[in-house]
């Protein structure tokens, strides 16, 4: 076929042979076959572990390129843009915050899972305080709660990290007990943390917590930590006693259930949460935008089963169905194949314009979790990290030379090598994309 090509060429060359257009094309397209084959196929970097790869042109709705886009991959926080897609089927753009019913100067709440309540990365809490301030007697009812505070195949060991903070229906302050250092001993933000303080003889400078209980540790001869944001043990006693001391008013505890007549408290946009489950891929705001997806399906918080309905429903097209159990992506028993990821792409457009989804994504060498990767003058890769031990994703839509705007899903499991070799190879292959696309 080679000889074949060279032959025409030649002719045409010399004036006896005059090609069609088509066959230029068909030549040019060989040519970037052959060359992505040079990046990605045997012998190639992406040769001693398992990659899946898919570029997909979301005008004319053709493959141009994929390898191994049907198996399943680790897509880590890459599931976050399964998250975010629920949201947009069902929240649309306000946060579910909690429901009520109200009786004079006393009101009853259920939480709905809004994660805003005065965390310090996305902070609604001055609105839900000014809710509260109208009363003076506030009951907190459990009853909607059928979910735990760890996902699904999340790890024990990452149980005092701030990006495993639990779930619970009514978060307040991130669900982190948050310390400062002042003069070389923690100084806690809520002072009812500042009780829970020990000090022990473990050689080490930063904080930590007791796996069994909201004890916190640290070592007086060691400790230089400057800020310590610790996930505390979830519980309705514990939220009770920081509304109290965050609303000042006396704050108890219910079992009854949600009545018919209730009403429904938001405390503001989902833009914002958006921007940080994207950009900084926020695994807290994550679980609870899940949340709160199944406070709207059900009025019950129950992650496993919001998942369930959106699979059945908005997503029973996708050419493999994904294994999706968490909303952030920690545990390691989520699976997707790369198709699939461009499948949920292309969905996404039919809820947001591509302009605005390409502004929410983290931007290339501008903002995010690539703000230091795939940069250019300008911005041409607009997508989603996923990183775990092993495993690297990235999944979102890249900018060609030619102007053209392309779905790509990139994903790699299995691998021996640091995460950023992974990562400039994939910046290699990018490159191609963008120089001949």
């Given at each position: ?25 068909t030549?040019e ?22 990659t ?15 390898k191994?886009?049907h198996?399943?991959?680790?897509p ?7 998250t975010?897609?629920a949201?947009?089927?069902t929240?649309?753009d306000s ?9 004079g ?5 259920w ?6 309540w005065?965390?310090?990365?996305a ?16 009951q907190?009812s459990h ?5 735990t ?7 024990w060991d990452?149980?005092?990290y701030?990006y495993?903070?639990?779930r ?21 933000q ?17 904080m930590e917590?007791?796996f069994h209980?909201?004890?916190?540790y ?7 930590q400057?800020?310590a944001?610790l996930?505390f ?8 006693q ?6 000042k ?9 949600l ?28 679980e ?8 709207y399906?059900?009025s019950?918080?129950e992650a496993?089963?919001?998942i ?9 097209d996708?050419p493999?169905k ?6 952030s992506?920690?545990s390691r ?9 461009i499948q949920l792409?292309?969905?996404?457009e ?9 502004r929410?994504?983290p931007?290339?060498?501008i903002?995010?979790?690539?703000k230091?990767?795939y940069?250019a ?7 989603k990290t996923?990183?775990?031990s ?11 030379d ?5 779905a790509?899903?990139f994903?790699?499991s299995?691998y ?5 070799e992974?990562?400039?190879e ?5 490159q191609?994309?963008k120089?001949?696309?």
């Amino acid at each position: 076929m080679r000889k074949l090509v060279l032959f025409l060429v030649v002719l045409c060359s010399i004036g006896v042979l005059t090609l069609p257009s088509s066959f230029a094309q068909t030549e040019e397209v060989r040519e970037k076959y052959e060359r992505f084959e040079a990046l990605m196929g045997r012998g190639s970097f992406f040769d001693n572990h398992l990659t899946g790869f898919m570029l997909f042109d979301l005008d004319s709705q053709q493959v141009i390129y994929e390898k191994n886009s049907h198996l399943n991959f680790i897509p880590a926080s890459t599931i976050k843009v399964f998250t975010f897609y629920a949201t947009l089927k069902t929240l649309r753009d306000s946060t579910h915050t909690f429901r009520y019913v109200s009786n004079g100067n006393s009101v009853k709440i259920w939480g709905s899972g809004d994660p805003t309540w005065h965390y310090h990365k996305a902070n609604n809490g001055a609105r839900i305080d000014q809710f509260f301030n109208r009363f003076s007697e506030i009951q907190l009812s459990h009853s909607n709660w059928k979910d735990t505070g760890f996902g699904y195949g999340w790890q024990w060991d990452d149980y005092y990290y701030a990006y495993s903070a639990e779930r619970s229906p009514l978060p307040i302050y991130g669900n982190l007990a948050i310390f400062n250092n002042q003069q070389n001993k923690p100084q806690a933000q809520v002072p009812l943390f500042a009780g829970m303080v020990k000090t022990y003889t473990k050689p080490t400078w930063r904080m930590e917590r007791d796996f069994h209980s909201n004890t916190f540790y640290y070592n007086p001869n060691a400790y230089n930590q400057v800020r310590a944001e610790l996930p505390f043990i979830a519980s309705p006693e514990l939220s009770q006693q920081l509304m109290e001391f965050q609303l000042k008013k006396k704050v108890s505890l219910s079992m009854d259930p949600l009545p018919a007549n209730h009403q429904l408290f938001k405390s503001g946009s989902l833009r914002p949460l958006w921007i940080e489950l994207m950009q900084e891929s926020d695994n807290f705001i994550a679980e609870h935008l899940l949340l709160m997806v199944s406070d709207y399906l059900f009025s019950e918080l129950e992650a496993e089963r919001a998942i369930e309905f959106i699979q059945k429903t908005y997503l029973k097209d996708l050419p493999d169905k994904p294994q999706w159990v968490d909303g952030s992506g920690l545990s390691r028993h989520n699976l997707s194949t790369p198709r699939s990821m461009i499948q949920l792409l292309s969905k996404l457009e039919e809820e947001l314009s591509r302009a605005e989804l390409m502004r929410i994504f983290p931007q290339g060498g501008i903002n995010g979790t690539i703000k230091n990767n795939y940069k250019a003058q300008r911005p041409y890769v607009f997508a989603k990290t996923g990183t775990m031990s092993n495993n690297h994703s990235l999944v979102g839509y890249i900018k060609g030379d030619s102007g053209r705007i392309y779905a790509f899903a990139f994903m790699n499991s299995n691998y021996l090598n640091k995460a950023s070799e992974i990562r400039r190879e994939m910046e290699k292959v990018l490159q191609f994309v963008k120089q001949n696309y």
